[in-house]
């Protein structure tokens, strides 16, 4: 007995998840392409990183939590500067969650601290990197001192066109939820209007490809709370290191892994 035709829904994903034109492939060229890892159709088009590790990495040193911070800055720019090389389009750190702000005074005016001094120490270099700097978070509910810097790293970076790093700062997934649900309906967009496309439209990562690989230092196995949206089918990659010991190396490690895997999406 013969079926009927199977009636598929119209907005099943990963529709929703496709880039956009403009950022579907890895850059290509140049030194940039000579140092390419992976073939680009193997190569991760989005990395997005949770930072985890800078307190126990300090404590095991007989450090200050901010002595650990600072070298996970230090960290920061040697990620940085290998998923430029490797021809990387997109960077996404996790710097600083909304959870965060349950950390004491000294911890969190220090963090502020820091991230206002690596902006103004790193603005011109990420600018000779070609490196553009956008912000995912609150930024309205940071210091005003805090939200000057990262603004004047954003304009100094705005025609950066080698690699995309979002900086995940007073940040938290359902928080870029409720935000997309609230400019949705701001919108006027009525029920029957509402799709993943339009959802992925209203997120903070509006217009960017959704990360195809999602890398978790110091040995824990979840999400915390870190583009949940945008994340479903990421490939996750944890590794033991501690954050400040995660350098180039362990980043092509990361890369080499998602390469060796095959990416089926449901089908």
């Given at each position: 007995?013969?079926?009927?035709?199977?009636?598929?829904?119209?907005?099943?994903?990963?529709?929703?998840?496709?880039?956009?034109?403009?950022?579907?492939?890895?850059?290509?060229?140049?030194?940039?392409?000579?140092?390419?890892?992976?073939?680009?159709?193997?190569?991760?088009r989005h990395v997005a990183i949770i930072m985890d590790g800078n307190r126990r990495w300090a404590r095991g040193r007989g450090l200050s939590e901010l002595e650990g911070h600072a070298a996970g800055v230090e960290a920061i720019?040697?990620?940085?500067?290998?998923?430029?090389?490797?021809?990387?389009?997109?960077?996404?750190?996790?710097?600083?969650?909304?959870e965060n702000w349950a950390r004491s005074d000294e911890e969190v005016n220090g963090l502020f601290e820091l991230l206002e001094s690596a902006i103004r120490?790193?603005?011109?270099?990420?600018?000779?990197?070609?490196?553009?700097?956008?912000?995912?978070?609150?930024?309205?509910?940071?210091?005003?001192?805090?939200?000057?810097?990262?603004?004047?790293?954003?304009?100094?970076?705005?025609?950066?066109?080698?690699?995309?790093?979002?900086?995940?700062?007073?940040?938290a997934g359902r928080t870029e939820l409720?935000?997309?649900?609230?400019?949705?309906?701001?919108?006027?967009?009525?029920?029957?209007?509402?799709?993943?496309?339009v959802v992925s439209g209203a997120l903070y990562t509006a217009g960017l490809p959704d990360p195809?690989?999602?890398?978790?230092?110091?040995?824990?196995?979840?999400?915390?709370?870190?583009?949940i949206w945008q994340s479903a089918y990421a490939e996750f990659y944890v590794s033991p290191l501690l954050w400040p010991d995660f350098g180039a190396g362990a980043f092509d490690e990361a890369i080499l892994e998602f390469a060796s895997r095959t990416r089926r999406f449901g089908r």
């Open positions: 007995m013969s079926r009927p035709p199977l009636a598929r829904p119209t907005d099943a994903p990963p529709i929703a998840h496709a880039a956009e034109a403009g950022l579907a492939a890895p850059v290509a060229g140049g030194v940039l392409e000579a140092e390419r890892l992976v073939p680009v159709e193997e190569s991760p720019r040697n990620v940085l500067r290998q998923a430029v090389r490797r021809g990387i389009p997109v960077l996404t750190l996790y710097a600083f969650s909304r120490r790193e603005t011109a270099e990420l600018g000779r990197q070609g490196v553009r700097v956008q912000l995912l978070g609150r930024l309205e509910e940071l210091p005003p001192a805090t939200r000057r810097s990262i603004e004047a790293a954003l304009t100094a970076t705005a025609g950066g066109d080698r690699l995309l790093l979002n900086i995940a700062f007073n940040y409720v935000d997309a649900f609230r400019k949705l309906v701001e919108r006027g967009i009525g029920p029957e209007e509402v799709d993943e496309a195809d690989l999602v890398i978790r230092t110091g040995g824990e196995e979840r999400l915390s709370n870190f583009l």
